[in-house]
């Protein structure tokens, strides 16, 4: 019996490293599926990876209302309802010092990384309400709970979603809605590869060991550790939990 068996979940970024790895736990342990994101060609591969046979892809932009709305319709109305979400889609941004952050950059990552997630709550939390509750996760990183020299929008908008989860915990909680945030650290993903080029665009190899270092593990996690934690705060395992930080970085956050 799978953890998730008969559990509708629709998943925001997922043909990216954490939302694919997500996509195939939580496959893996019964779920049905509702896979978004802004990358077609990417949804359409992992769709056919999955090959199980109650998934949906939907392709969207997750800072479009009207997108986020048709992505919540389209899994009412495939499968019933809808009990757990999982608002993962976000971008990097820049890795500037103020002066030269570029205006439009900030208000893309927030547009995305912020608005992305309030919109999925907007959706999400009536569609989990009729089912009688459910589950949302929303991805923050370290960057939610600590600042980053350079990186002025994903900072920004990874501590704006903390404050989104807490509002939706409270709201949601009379509705048996729960909502927490995961933050990990480094993750093996396209993500991570970007900034390394970013931080060191000669030699970005060493922007990746030196991130390492800084890790007392001495390594990223995989995206399939943190598809472990979604797991946890999507099923009943995590039953008390709401309103909650969940830390998966190795231990940077101790020093
Ligand atoms: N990789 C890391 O080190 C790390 C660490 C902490 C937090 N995170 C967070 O984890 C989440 C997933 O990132 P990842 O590491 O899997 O990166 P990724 O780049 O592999 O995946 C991100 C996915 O989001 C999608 N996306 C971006 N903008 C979108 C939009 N407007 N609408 C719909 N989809 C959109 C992308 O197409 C991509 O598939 C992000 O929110 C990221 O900020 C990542």
């Not at 952050?101 to 995305?112: G, K, M, N, Q």
């Not at 665009?201 to 995989?222: H, I, Q, V």
Request: glycine fraction near 12%.
């Amino acid at each position: 019996m799978g953890r998730l068996d008969g559990r509708v979940a629709l998943i925001t970024g997922a043909a990216g490293g954490i939302g694919a790895a997500t996509a195939h736990l939580f496959a893996s342990e019964g779920a049905t599926l509702c896979l978004v994101d802004r990358d077609q060609a990417g949804l359409d591969a992992l769709a056919q990876k999955l090959n199980a046979p109650r998934t949906i892809v939907q392709t969207a932009d997750v800072s479009a209302s009207e997108d986020m709305h048709a992505c919540v319709d389209a899994a009412i109305n495939a499968f019933g309802g809808l009990d757990i979400a999982i608002l993962n889609a976000g971008i990097e941004g820049e890795l500037l010092p103020i002066g030269a952050y570029p205006e439009d950059d900030f208000d893309r990552v927030i547009a995305i990384n912020l608005k992305g997630v309030w919109l999925g709550l907007r959706y999400a939390m009536p569609a989990l309400e009729t089912r009688g509750g459910g589950s949302i996760v929303i991805t923050s990183s370290i960057a939610g709970v600590r600042g980053r020299a350079g990186m002025w929008g994903y900072v920004a908008s990874k501590h704006g979603v903390v404050g989104l989860m807490r509002t939706a915990a409270l709201e949601g909680a009379a509705s048996g809605i729960r909502v927490n945030s995961v933050h990990p650290s480094p993750v093996e993903t396209r993500m991570m590869r970007s900034l390394e080029s970013k931080m060191n665009p000669d030699d970005p190899e060493g922007a990746y060991r030196a991130y390492r270092k800084r890790s007392p593990l001495g390594r990223y996690a995989e995206p399939e550790e943190v598809a472990k934690m979604m797991l946890f705060l999507a099923s009943d395992d995590s039953s008390h939990c709401t309103g909650s930080t969940f830390m998966i970085d190795g231990g940077r956050g101790a020093g």
